[in-house]
């Protein structure tokens, strides 16, 4: 059983930064794809950024590239997002998702989800 859960949301103003973490229980966390997804109010959730297993490839949407940065720790079964320079449309529900294999931009493919936390950036 995968057990994901995040940390590190919050409230920060524009310009700012936040660090996100996701602390998986799994039996073998090397071998799982780890990735965040977005949702906002009305708005179907996003693909935000995923690294590869053993962290070889590591893959952003176009809106946050340059600005996030997705990392893991296999020896502490965690994920991290680096999240600088903030933006108000950044605000959302985080999500972290685990899937074995490969990553994906489709969120319909990865099984596993954390409960969410909630980044909001004002203006």
């Known amino acids: 059983q995968v057990q994901l859960v995040e940390s590190g949301g919050g409230l920060v103003q524009a310009g700012g930064s936040l660090r996100l973490s996701c602390a998986a229980s799994v039996l073998t966390f090397d071998v799982y794809a780890m990735g965040w997804f977005r949702q906002a109010p009305g708005k179907e959730r996003e693909f935000v950024a995923a690294a590869t297993w053993r962290g070889a490839n590591t893959l952003y949407a176009d809106s946050v590239k340059g600005r996030f940065t997705c990392s893991r720790d296999n020896a502490k079964e965690t994920v991290y997002l680096q999240m600088n320079s ?26 596993h989800w954390g409960q969410g936390t909630q980044v909001t950036v004002s203006s």
């Open 86 to 111: 903030l933006k108000p449309e950044d605000t959302a529900v985080y999500y972290c998702a685990a899937r074995l294999g490969s990553s994906s931009y489709y969120y319909t493919v990865w099984p």
